[in-house]
């Protein structure tokens, strides 16, 4: 190994090239960026559309109908699910995978092309999925008067926040608006011969600006403006209205007033409406931490120039809090961790320099992976730092397995050059094979699709250069300094095998004596790698863990038709439900049309008596009781609001009452399982819609023509928007109305019609109707469906899954009619395929680099033996602590398989040097477990320390990386004790079985011989 033997003769160049990768990434961890989660792009889509108060069934028929049609021609689109109800239409797009951007912009394309075309449509929307908000610094301003703080917030607040460059824009809602109403008095433009209409018009032309032209001739060519804008209640007033052969003022007839609109506010803080919320929006070059300084640094200087008087100053949620201490969990952990894997070491070692060779690898190696990072534009997040977590156990596996080769063979007495050569270079062959095993399971995980894979490719790319760091510190500075630095201590007498070792010797020695003791070895850990399958129904499942911040998001789903009034007494009864929930803290309540959202924020640090999971679950059970007696359809969680429920199941056909039915007898059996809650149904409530039904005879016989109906009803609910005027340069809408309103069918009904006849009731020339409309229709890729939605409580998904997949599948649904799992449930069946798909790839993976690398086909399948017995020990770990089987832990499952083998890989390349060599099978497996035993133990020992602090993480990201530890630690220690045991017996079997098949062979083939010569005789 002439490369080798360069290294260590050059350590000034290896030190400089240490020193300029530590201080490389030095610079990086600071350069990074931090943030919560990486900004990714989904490959999906979200678009809303809304229509005023048409009816869902209009809705569905002029607008979601038609562009499903169109939005399905776009290439590159997977599905698409539209929600429709009155006077609302959303769509959930999904695009296949790595066309989302491309497919998104044909989307915003069709969608703003149809909203020019029909007159219906009055606001859309269209948004595609990803990891970043549009606001993550949340604040209110309360606890004085309202106009005081409106003035604050919109004079001094907005404008110093916005002033800032980490800041993109403020937003704010609930200051005090004004509007100027002008409210028609119905006789009195009738009696004067006047239609609304030109009244309106009026109005309009009178408070207009505009530039009439520009005078060429005259100096600097000055352009000609029209200004006659309304600025006063009293230039409303005065708007002179043509009638007949004069003028008369808009006053005479109709009342105008500055008035305080009733709907400015859209938030409610603890039931009460009286404080402003703002809202902060980062600058896209500038990390939530530098903005969330900025801001908090900005309000203090506001409060030290007295501009806060008589109200307070609140945070309500700030995203870099929750990276911040994201950070600092998994920065202790990862320290924690190293600190744990030295402790280890050297209580194996007992050599202080051995100890600090190791010690410095662990830095220099974490150092050069922030480089790694910042050079491939990595951010610091939750992703990347549990990746760099799990890395710091394995990190120091392979200096510790030539470090310990290296402190063998100057044991043994040779000189210290010869040492490290021939250390590195009996250890060599297995390192590589590890990292490279280890590396390649992480391959397949791109193969999971859609924002998964993304989270996960990058946790495991981390992973895999941390490895990779850890290999080139290994192959470079651990020999380097193990030459001169590493000195063994004198003893006064021989080295003594220890009990454990002498044990270890005499066991094997037994199993690879004959072949019976190793098939009973194999025999028994068979039977408890089946015995654990039986458990795994025992484990908790979900798709992804909670993160636990002491902060909760939810959706309350109002009933269609809830007036201001029934909002202010469900906000009341929200309000006083969650201040009885022990360790709530505060509630907001953001209104947003048919969805209440709200943001619960609870106690923190000392103050904290309950675990969240409980007061979470508290939550949901409190405000779901809630239903029986508010207009409330669901509370949920927000992320199974975005992902679909928990429970979610699709019943597909054309006729609404035949869906109902089977829904109805569909949710009779899901309520009898066990676990599930808050069951809702899409199509269970409607609402009334009065259809008008004109008779024909009378409108003809009075003169008439069923557009002079049409339009005299219009006008009967008359309210127009007459655009906005300037008082005190703040801008103010202008809107006109009736005096009086028509608020029921009788009034509507007594109006009267002017006819040549005379007045007429409006009674004698149209009928109303009353029949019921679903408020909500759903569709499923162009087709009619009905979801049925449920929580969980008290249980997992994993265990729901199975219940209400047997329940569907026992299900008897009519012809044309289907039944089928969505939401998390689907979401999870998808999951499990891919990652067993995912194991698969990742398993032929590690057998074929190790097939190359020992030139061998029945080698690797020696090692991988070792594989089943990680799903033991993972299967206990879960089952003991009761964590959670979840992506993430499933992750754990598949990098246990390279992090396994490598012990397997140091036993069986020893073993096969030692063959080499002319021992026999049974002296090279017992030598080799003797050589073996030391450099896995301290492997696994230490890689297990090194993740315990993450194992027992709580906090943010703790239930992101205690279910991956958790798996990673059970799974690694169980089966590295079993791997000193099943490796050798495995091996005898398969040699014995070569060895027969041999024997066979050749005795073939001399019977052949002699039956041959016998023939030529």
Known sequence: MRWLRFIVKRKILIGLMAVLAVMIGSYAVFELNKELLPDIKMDGAYVEIRAEDLPAIEMERTITSPLEQKLQGIDGLEDIHSTTTIGRTTFQITFEEGSGDDSFQEVESIVNASASKNQDINNTEALQYGTTQDYEFYMDVSGGDMDEMTNFVKDVLKPRLEELPEVREVDLGGTTEQQMNIEFNQEEIKNMGLDVLQVTDAIQQTNHAAALGQLNEDNDSPSLRWNTTLESIEDVENIKIPVQDEFIELKEIAEISLDQMDNSSFVWKNGSKDFVFAQVGRASDVTQIDMADAVREEIQNIREEGLVNDFDIHEVVAQADYVQNSIDGVTNNVLLGGIIAIVMLFLFLRNV?????????????????????????YSINILTLIGLGLGIGMMVDSSIVILESIYRKKELGLPPLEAVIEGTKEVATAVIASMLTTIVVFLPIGLIGGEMGQFMIMLSAVVAITLISSVLVSFTLIPSLSEKFLKLQKRKRKKQDGILLNGYSDLISRIVKKKRYSAAVIGVFVFMFAGSLMFVQKIPMTIMPDMFNRYAELMVDLETGVTPDNKKEIVSSLNDTLS???????SYVLDNGSVFYTIINMTKDDEITRDQKEVNEEILRSLRELEDSHPIENVQDVMSGEAGAPVQVNIKGEDFEKLQTIADDFIKELEETDGVVGVTNSMERTSPELMIELNEEEIEEAGLSQTQIRQFMEQAFFMMPLGEMTIDKENIPLTAQWDEQ???????????????????????????????????ISHVNGERSLSVTADIEETDLGTINRDVQQIINDFDTPAGYSISAAGDLEQQQELIQEMLFVLGIAIFLVYLVMAVQFNHLIHPIIVMSV??????????????????????SGMGVIMLIGIVLNNAILLIDRTNQLRRQEYSVREALIEAGRNRIRPILMTTLTTAGGMLPLALASGTAGNYQAPMATVIISGLLFASLITLLLIPAVYRLFTAAGTGFGKWSRKKKQTEAAEENESAV
């Open 742 to 776: 028509i608020n029921s069918a009788s009034g509507l009904l007594d109006l009267d019609v002017s006819t040549g006849e005379g007045e007429e009731s409006l009674s004698r020339f149209v009928q109303l109707t009353r029949i019921e409309r679903p408020n909500e």
């Open 580 to 586: 009885s929930i022990e360790d709530v803290e505060s």
């Open 867 to 888: 594989i089943p017995m990680t799903f033991v020990g993972a299967v206990l770990g879960l089952l003991i602590t009761q964590r959670e089987l979840s992506i993430m």
């Open 353 to 377: 320099r051995a100890t600090f060779i190791v010690g410095i690898s662990i830095p220099t190696s974490i150092l050069l992976t922030f480089a790694a990072m910042w050079m491939f534009d």
